[in-house]
């Protein structure tokens, strides 16, 4: 598995991971007024109509491509993982996150830090408002790091004792809308790619919550770009995957 660990790795590099508040039960009450507009903008109201969602996880810059498929359920907390190891055969998992403790090394130590990884991504809106340890600030109006224009910076810090990577900064770049347009992630620690740079592009609602599907940009100056496919959620009392459009 050393080739799916080193996938893990590198993915988890461009991001940070942090501990996950994993479900819309359990979501602290001390959440950040700078935070909130954007996540009511993407659906944090309406995530406890969510009963499990699905989505495709792909990453691809020099010398690496990953893909990496989910499917989650917020309320019971289970996790199922399909991908491929080193000699392209299929790998899949299925565990409930308040038991990883007791599950395989593979799933303690690849699997479950890459589920973090990729849920961050596709709902950081989400988290941004429920991580209580989070330090939120609207720091008004700044140019895009990416092209031209400018928009409302919302920066969140995480301090230097929580977390897989402490110390990590995720400055969002948030339109009229309170959609993110544009952020730019600093990774606390020394290990790279430290800095990452991307756009928030090709929007699409999943039932009630809204996720951005496409990102472009440079993770320490060379190239990215990450994707999500496949997006659909199952809504309380429903067997139907009703997928992102």
């Not at 849920?119 to 991580?131: E, G, K, M, V």
């Not at 940009?217 to 060379?222: E, N, S």
């Not at 770009?225 to 067997?239: H, I, M, Q, Y």
Request: glycine content about 8%.
């Amino acid at each position: 598995m050393k080739s799916f660990s080193r996938l893990t790795m590198i993915s988890v590099s461009i991001f940070s991971m942090l501990v996950l508040v994993l479900s819309a039960d359990s979501c602290s009450q001390n959440r950040s007024s700078a935070a909130e507009p954007i996540a009511k903008a993407f659906g944090v109201d309406s995530f406890g109509q969510v009963d499990a969602i699905r989505y495709t996880f792909n990453a691809e810059f020099p010398g690496v491509k990953v893909s990496r498929s989910w499917a989650w359920e917020p309320k019971t907390g289970q996790v199922s993982y399909e991908g491929k190891d080193k000699d392209g055969k299929p790998v899949k998992a299925t565990y409930v996150r308040s038991q990883v403790g007791s599950q395989s090394d593979v799933v303690k130590n690849e699997i479950d830090p890459a589920f973090i990884n990729d849920n961050y991504w596709l709902i950081f809106p989400f988290h941004a408002y429920w991580d209580s340890s989070a330090n939120v600030q609207d720091m008004g109006m700044h140019q895009l790091p990416l092209g031209d224009g400018s928009a409302r910076l919302v920066s969140v810090k995480y301090p230097s004792d929580v977390g897989y990577t402490p110390g990590d900064t995720w400055d969002l770049y948030v339109g009229k809308d309170n959609r993110v347009e544009q952020f730019v992630y600093r990774r606390g620690g020394p290990k790279k790619p430290s800095i990452v740079t991307a756009t928030w592009e090709g929007y699409k609602k999943a039932g009630p919550i809204l996720i951005s599907t496409d990102h472009h940009g440079t993770a320490d100056g060379a190239p990215l770009r990450l994707f999500f496919s496949d997006v659909a959620v199952k809504l309380e009392g429903s067997d139907t995957w009703v997928n992102a459009q």
